[in-house]
C-alpha cells in the first residue's frame, strides 16, 4: 500500500506531465489534469489517515537515476548561463557541479541511507497543503492560460508546456517534504528550482528570461550551501546516518553534529523563502503567468525554504543560530511589510507579504518553543489557503480587466462584484480575527517574548500589514452612487479553486480547535516535543505557558465567538440592508457635479467638464524601494553573516 | 407618541448647520461665523456649523442666487436628508437684493430651492440670525 | 456564575453609551469654557444621536452600511471582552478590525473627501497600533500573561513598572480622541479641513451609529487606561478620568499638525518608550 501511495504522491504527477506535454487537444488536458488533480487530493488524504511512516523504495537503482538527474539539471543551468551570458548563473551552477562531483568521486560516497523517505506529520500536513491547494491551482490554470494565450494573440499555443512544469512540480514538492536521505532532498530542491525557473521564463519576453535567470542564481547559492553541508556532515560524520534527516534531527547540537552545517542549511531556505537580501528573485517571478505566482511563490515552493528551516529547528534550540535566525526572520517581516506599503502593483504588494510572512514563519521556527512551532506550522496552513486564493484573485482581476495595476482596479466592485467579494474575504483573511492567518500571528506574538527583538518587529510589521491590506481593499471597493449590480460570469476553471480554497479559510478557521487537537499537535511534536495549545471543542484555543513560569493560562482565543461577531458585523448587514433607489444621493463634492447621482463628472473653471480622479497613497518618498533597499538588504547581509559565523564559530 | 417627542425634541435642540454662500459680498458670511464666537455662541443652543450637507439640518444661505451656484445649490440641497429647513440670510438671499438686476443674478434663493424663513438685512445681525433660526426650529418640530 | 457575568455585561453594554455620551457632553462643555463661552447642555450628544436617529434614510452606497456596522460590533466585541478580563491581545486586534472597517467604510464610496479621511485614518491606525501591541507585550512581560484577570490579581499596580507605556498611551488617547494635534482623519464639530473625512457620506442613522461606536469607544479606552492601576479599581478609573481631562486641555491648546508629523512623532516617542520598557522589564525579570 505504501508503495502505490508513495508512487502516485511522487511519480504520478511527473507521468501526467508528460502525459499533458503530449497532449494538444485542450479538453483532453483538462481531463488529464483535473483527473490527476482529484487523484492526488484523495492520495493526500488517505496518505493522511494511514499516518506516518518510513518507505525506502526497492526494485530499481533510485539513487543512481537521481544523482544521473542532478547533474542534467545542473549541466542544463551552466548551458542557461553560457546561452544567457549570465555569469553569474554560470558560476553558481559551477559552484554546485564541482563540489558535488568531489563528493560523488573523491569522497566516493555511495551510501544508501535507509529509510530514503519518513513520512511523519510534519510531511503529511505539507502533502496535504500541496496536493490540494496545488490541484486547484492547476485547476485555475487551465483556462487561465487559455485566456492568456487568446489575450495575447498566440499563435503556436504552449500551454502543454506549462501544465507540464506545473503538474511535475507538485510530484517534486511531494518528494522534498518527504525525503529523509539528504542527496535526494537536495535532488528534489533542484527540480523545484528547475520548473521554476521554467515557468517564470514561459513567456519568453526578455524580462521574464532575466528574472527566471536571477531566480536561478539565487537559489543556486543555496543549492551551494546545500552541497557543502553535505559534504561537511560526510566528511565530518561518515556513515549513512550522516544524510539522514531523523538522525541528524535525533542527534541534536548536543551530540557532535557541528552547527556549520545547520547554519548552511538554513541559509538554503532563506534562498528559497526569498528571504531578504534574496527577495528580488521573487519579487521579479511576479512577470509569470498568475498560477506559477500562485503555485510556486506563495502556497508551495517557498514554504519548502520555511519547511527546511523549521525541521531543523529541534537542532539548533537553544544555540546563538537560533535566536538570529529568529531575528533575521522577524527583520524580513518588518522590512518587506514595509515596502509592500509603497507598491502600486498587486501583484507585487502579494509577493511582498509574502516574503514578510514567510519571514514571520521563519521567525517562529527560530524563537523555538512548542507554542512558536506551532504557530509557524499554522501560519504555513493558512497562508497557504489564503496567500494562494488572493494570488487566484488577482489572476482573475488581471483577467477582468486586463492590468495587474492597483490603480485600474479602482470601483472593481461595480464591475465585477463577485471577484471583489472573494478578494475582500481574502485580503480580510490574511490579516483579521477571527481568520487563521490572525491566529497564527496572535500565536506567535504571545511566543515572541522570548526573542524580545523578534517581538518588537512582529509589532511593527503587524501594523503595517493592516496599512497596505486596507489600502488595497479600498482602491477596490470605490464606487459611484449606483443600484443594480449583478454578479458577473466566472468560468468553472476559475470559480471552483476560488470557491473551494474561500470555503477552505472558513472552515479551517472554524475547525482549528479539532484540527489542531487530532491532528497538527502530532505535527508540531515532530519538531518539538511539549504541546502548549488545549483545544476544547469549537470553542477555545487555550494557551498555556511553558512550564518554567507561574501563570497557568497564557492567552485565550474564542474561536466560534468571534466567528459568530463576524456574521453579526459584517455578514448580516450585507445580506439584510437594502438601498432603494430612490434614497440614493451623489457624493459630496461641494455641489460641482453635473447632473446623474452615478456621475464622476464634475465642472471646473469656465465650465470645463472634467471627471474627477482619485489616487492611491504610496508613501513611495518613505517607503519606496529605493529609500528602504539600501539600508535593509545591508542589515540582512549583516544578519546572515552573524547567521553563518554562529555556524563557524561553533556557538 | 412619546418616542416621536423625544426624536422632535432632539431636533430642536440639535440643529447642525450648513453655510452656503451663493455669491454674496461675504457680509452676511462674516455675521453667521460671529454668531459662532463666544460673544453670541450659538453652540449653547447645540447649533455646529457642519461642513457637509449630509450632516446637516439647516441650510443657511446668503447671497444672490446666479446660473453656476443655482446648480450647486440643488445639487447641495438634494443631499440634505429630510427634515430641513432653509434658511435666507440677508437681502440677496432673500430677493437678490441690490444684484436683483444684474444680468447673470437670478433672483433670491426661493427662486431655485423651496425657503422657510427669510431673514432680511444687509448686513443681517447676529441676534437677527439667531432669531431666524429658532424659528426654522419652529417650523422643524412641526415637520 | 454564568448568568451573573452575562447579567453584568449587559448593564455594560446598555451602561457604557450613555456614559460615554456624557463624558463627550461634559467634553464639549469643558471645552466651551475654556473657550471663555458657555457650551452646549451636557446631554447634547443624547440630543444629537436621537435628531440622528429621525433623519431619512440616504445612501451612496450599500456597502457603506456594512463597514459602519462592522466598525459599531468589533468595538462592542472589545469593549465585552476588556469586561469579561479576556486576551488582551486580541483585544487590540478586535479594536484594529473595528479601526479597519471605519476605514473601508470611508473608501467604500468614491468621495473625495472621504478618500482623504480615510487615507488619514489608516496612518492614524499606523501611528497607535505599535503602542498598543507594545502594551499588550509589556503587561505580559510584567504578568506572564496576556489575560486581563491576571492584572487583577496583582498587587503591584502596573502604573509602577509600565509608566513610560502610559505616557505612550497618552499619545493613543489623543489619537484615538481625535484631539488636536491629532484630530486629522475625521474631527468634532466643524473643523472643514477635510469636510468630515471618513464621515463625509455617512447621514441620519448610521452617522448616529458612528456616534454610538464612539461612546463604547471611550468607554474602552478610559477602561484599557484604568487597567493600569486595579487595585482598587476606583484609582485607576480616576487616573483615567484625569487624563481624559488632560486631553481636552491638551486639544484647547494646540492646533491640527500634518500627518507626517503624528506618525513620526508616535513612531518616536511611543516606540522608544514602549522599547524601553519592555527591555528593562525583560533585563530585570529575564524570561520568567
Known amino acids: 500500500m505504501a508503495d502505490q501511495m508513495m508512487a502516485i504522491a511522487i511519480l504520478l504527477p511527473v507521468a501526467a506531465g508528460f502525459l499533458v506535454l503530449a497532449v494538444r487537444n485542450y479538453y483532453v488536458r483538462n481531463v488529464i489534469v483535473i483527473a490527476t488533480a482529484v487523484v492526488l487530493i484523495a492520495n493526500s488524504i488517505l496518505l493522511s489517515l494511514r499516518g506516518p511512516f518510513t518507505y525506502t523504495p526497492g526494485g530499481f ?31 553558481f551552477a559551477l559552484t554546485q557541479i564541482l563540489p558535488l562531483a568531489y563528493f560523488e568521486f573523491v569522497m566516493k560516497a555511495h551510501i544508501e541511507v535507509a529509510p530514503a523517505f519518513v513520512v511523519d506529520h510534519l ?70 528550482t528547475l520548473c521554476s525557473f521554467q515557468l517564470i521564463s514561459h513567456d519568453r519576453t526578455k524580462e521574464a528570461i532575466h528574472n527566471a535567470a536571477r531566480a536561478v542564481w539565487m537559489n543556486s547559492t543555496g ?49 528559497k523563502a526569498a528571504q531578504m537580501p534574496f527577495q528580488s528573485w521573487l519579487l521579479g517571478a511576479m512577470v509569470a503567468p498568475t498560477p506559477v505566482s500562485a503555485l510556486l511563490h506563495s502556497s508551495t515552493m517557498v514554504k519548502a525554504g520555511v519547511y527546511l528551516v523549521l525541521r531543523l529547528a529541534p537542532v539548533y534550540a537553544g544555540t546563538y543560530l537560533s535566536t538570529v535566525i529568529a531575528i533575521a526572520g522577524a527583520f524580513t517581516f518588518f522590512a518587506t511589510s514595509a515596502l509592500a506599503v509603497s507598491q502600486s502593483t498587486g501583484k507585487r504588494v502579494l509577493a511582498y507579504s509574502t516574503i514578510a510572512n514567510l519571514g514571520l514563519i521563519i521567525a517562529c521556527a527560530g524563537i523555538n518553543t512548542p507554542l512558536s512551532i506551532a504557530a509557524a506550522i499554522l501560519l504555513i496552513i493558512f497562508h497557504a489557503i489564503s496567500k494562494g486564493l488572493l494570488f487566484l484573485c488577482a489572476g482573475t482581476i488581471e483577467h477582468q480587466i486586463w492590468s495587474r495595476d492597483i490603480e485600474d482596479m479602482e470601483g472593481l466592485a461595480a464591475k465585477a462584484p463577485l471577484t471583489t467579494l472573494i478578494t475582500a474575504v481574502g485580503i480580510l483573511s490574511m490579516f483579521l480575527p477571527p481568520f487563521g492567518m490572525l491566529l497564527g500571528k496572535w500565536i506567535a506574538l504571545e511566543a515572541a517574548y522570548i526573542v524580545p527583538l523578534a517581538a518588537v518587529f512582529f509589532v511593527l510589521a503587524s501594523t503595517l500589514t493592516i496599512v497596505f491590506w486596507t489600502k488595497w481593499l479600498g482602491r477596490l471597493l470605490q464606487v459611484l452612487p449606483k443600484i443594480e449590480r449583478p454578479f458577473e460570469k466566472l468560468s468553472l476553471s476559475y470559480s471552483v479553486p476560488l470557491w473551494t480554497l474561500l470555503t477552505g479559510i472558513f472552515v479551517v478557521g472554524i475547525g482549528i480547535g479539532p484540527i489542531y487537537q487530532n491532528f497538527l499537535r502530532a505535527a508540531t511534536n515532530d519538531v518539538v516535543s511539549g504541546n502548549q495549545i488545549i483545544a476544547v471543542g469549537l470553542n477555545n484555543l487555550i494557551l498555556t505557558t511553558p512550564s518554567f513560569m507561574q501563570r497557568d493560562i497564557l492567552g485565550l482565543f474564542p474561536v466560534w465567538p468571534l466567528y459568530l461577531i463576524l456574521i453579526v458585523a459584517l455578514l448580516m448587514p450585507l445580506l439584510l440592508i437594502r438601498v432603494k433607489p430612490k434614497e440614493l444621493r451623489p457624493v459630496y463634492m461641494c455641489g460641482e457635479q453635473t447632473g446623474a447621482i452615478d456621475t464622476d463628472e464634475w465642472l471646473a473653471e469656465a465650465d470645463r467638464k472634467t471627471k474627477f480622479q482619485l489616487g492611491g497613497y504610496y508613501y513611495q518618498g518613505t517607503l519606496g524601494e529605493k529609500r528602504i533597499n539600501p539600508w535593509a538588504n545591508a542589515i540582512a547581509i549583516l544578519l546572515l553573516v552573524i547567521m553563518l559565523g554562529c555556524g563557524v564559530i561553533v556557538l | 407618541m412619546r418616542t416621536m417627542g423625544l426624536i422632535q425634541t432632539s ?17 452676511c458670511d462674516i455675521e453667521i461665523l460671529a454668531c459662532l464666537t463666544p460673544l453670541y455662541d450659538v453652540e449653547r443652543f447645540g447649533m455646529v456649523n457642519m461642513g457637509n450637507p449630509k450632516h446637516a439640518d439647516i441650510l443657511l444661505i446668503t447671497g444672490p442666487v446666479n446660473r453656476r451656484t443655482a446648480r450647486v445649490l440643488k445639487n447641495l440641497y438634494g443631499q440634505v436628508p429630510d427634515p430641513k429647513v432653509v434658511v435666507c440670510v440677508g437681502t440677496c438671499a432673500s430677493t437678490g437684493g441690490v444684484f436683483h438686476n444684474c444680468y447673470n443674478v437670478l433672483g433670491g434663493v426661493d427662486k431655485v430651492i423651496p425657503v422657510d424663513v427669510y431673514v432680511p438685512g444687509c448686513s443681517v445681525r447676529p441676534e437677527a440670525i439667531i432669531d431666524g433660526v429658532v424659528m426654522a426650529l419652529q417650523k422643524l418640530a412641526k415637520l | 456564575m454564568m448568568i451573573k457575568q452575562f447579567l453584568f455585561v449587559l448593564v455594560i453594554l446598555v451602561g457604557a453609551p450613555v456614559v460615554g455620551g456624557l463624558l463627550f457632553g461634559i467634553d464639549r462643555r469643558i471645552t466651551a469654557r475654556m473657550q471663555g463661552r458657555y457650551g452646549p447642555p451636557i446631554i447634547q450628544p443624547f440630543y444629537d444621536f436621537f435628531k440622528l436617529l429621525g433623519k431619512e434614510h440616504i445612501a451612496v452606497s450599500r456597502l457603506q452600511f456594512v463597514w459602519i456596522y462592522g466598525y459599531l460590533v468589533f468595538m ?22 473595528a479601526g479597519v472597517c471605519l476605514v473601508l467604510g470611508g473608501f467604500s464610496t468614491k468621495s473625495p473627501y472621504a478618500h482623504f479621511g480615510a487615507n488619514r485614518e489608516l496612518m492614524q491606525i499606523l501611528a497607535y ?69 471618513v464621515t463625509t457620506e455617512y447621514s441620519g442613522p448610521y ?36 487624563a481624559f481631562l488632560l486631553e481636552l486641555f491638551i486639544d484647547n491648546i494646540t492646533a491640527r499638525m500634518t500627518v507626517g508629523w503624528m506618525v513620526r512623532l508616535s513612531w518616536s516617542v511611543g516606540l522608544i518608550l514602549g522599547i524601553i520598557n519592555i527591555a528593562y522589564i525583560y533585563y530585570t525579570k529575564g524570561v520568567s
Open chain 1, 61 to 91: 537503482d533510485w539513487g543512481l537515476l537521481i544523482t544521473v538527474l542532478d547533474y542534467a539539471i545542473l549541466i542544463f543551468y551552466l548551458y542557461v548561463g553560457i546561452s544567457l551570458r549570465n555569469w553569474l548563473v554560470l558560476i
Open chain 1, 123 to 192: 510531511s503529511l500536513v505539507m502533502t496535504m497543503v500541496i496536493s490540494i491547494i496545488g490541484s486547484l491551482i492547476c485547476i485555475f490554470a487551465l483556462r487561465y492560460m487559455y485566456d492568456h494565450e487568446h489575450h495575447a494573440h498566440i499563435e503556436k499555443s504552449r500551454q502543454s508546456r506549462f501544465l507540464f512544469w506545473l503538474v511535475l512540480f507538485l510530484g517534486a514538492m511531494n518528494g522534498l517534504v518527504f525525503a529523509n536521505n539528504l542527496v535526494w532532498l537536495y535532488f528534489f530542491w533542484e527540480v523545484t
Open chain 1, 223 to 271: 543549492g551551494t550551501a546545500f552541497i557543502l553541508a553535505i559534504i561537511y556532515l560526510y566528511a565530518t560524520q561518515g556513515g549513512s546516518s550522516a544524510l539522514s534527516m531523523q538522525s541528524i534531527i535525533g542527534g541534536g547540537i548536543q551530540s557532535s553534529i557541528a552547527v556549520l552545517p545547520i547554519a548552511l542549511l538554513c541559509y538554503t531556505g532563506f534562498t
Open chain 2, 11 to 27: 431636533r430642536v435642540k440639535s440643529p447642525w448647520i450648513l453655510h452656503f454662500d451663493n455669491s454674496s459680498c461675504n457680509g
Open chain 3, 76 to 97: 462592542i466585541a472589545s469593549l465585552i471582552f476588556l469586561v469579561m478580563k479576556s486576551d488582551f491581545l486580541l483585544l487590540v486586534f478586535l479594536l484594529g478590525f
Open chain 3, 129 to 197: 497600533e505599535p503602542v498598543l501591541l507594545l502594551l499588550a507585550i509589556a503587561i505580559y512581560a510584567q504578568n506572564g500573561s496576556f489575560l486581563i484577570s491576571e492584572i487583577f490579581k496583582q498587587d503591584k499596580p502596573l502604573l509602577f513598572t509600565l509608566w513610560p507605556l502610559f505616557l505612550a498611551v497618552l499619545y493613543v488617547l489623543t489619537i484615538k480622541m481625535r484631539k488636536s494635534p491629532f484630530d486629522i482623519s475625521t474631527c468634532h464639530h466643524g473643523h472643514q479641513e477635510i469636510v468630515k473625512g
Open chain 3, 207 to 242: 452617522l448616529a451609529l458612528f456616534h454610538l461606536a464612539e461612546w463604547y469607544e471611550i468607554i474602552l479606552l478610559l477602561g484599557i487606561i484604568s487597567l493600569f492601576w486595579t487595585n482598587p479599581l476606583w484609582v485607576g478609573i480616576l487616573i483615567a478620568l484625569a
